[in-house]
């Protein structure tokens, strides 16, 4: 099963979520990772199963700079309407609560 993990942003370094979730991720779950910056990765959703959000929506050097856009909040809701599963950890609901798409995904948001 594949996976994709959007992480590293301003607070959180990118190394430290990557090292987590290899240590803990069942060998059957394989994880890209991606810090979102660079548009959608031309093979997701197709082939993914989970999306990890381990990131605040600030990128990894602005924490002034929002890294979500219109084409991702509509990817990601598409994602998950059609059954993908999503897991968001800490900073991954972090500064999303001026998306109404990502704050009703998530069940809420917080503000730094």
Known sequence: MKALCIYNDFHHPGTLVRS?????APPEISIEFTDAEDGIPGDFPSNCRILIMSKANMT??????????????KTIRDFVENGGLLL??????????????????LGGTFKW
Do not use: M, P, Q, R
């Open 88 to 105: 968001a950890i800490h900073s991954g609901i972090a500064g999303y609560e001026k998306s109404d798409i990502l704050g009703n995904l």
């Open 60 to 73: 990894s050097s602005d924490k002034d700079a929002s890294w979500v856009t219109g084409e991702w909040e």
């Open 20 to 24: 987590g979730l290899e240590e803990i």
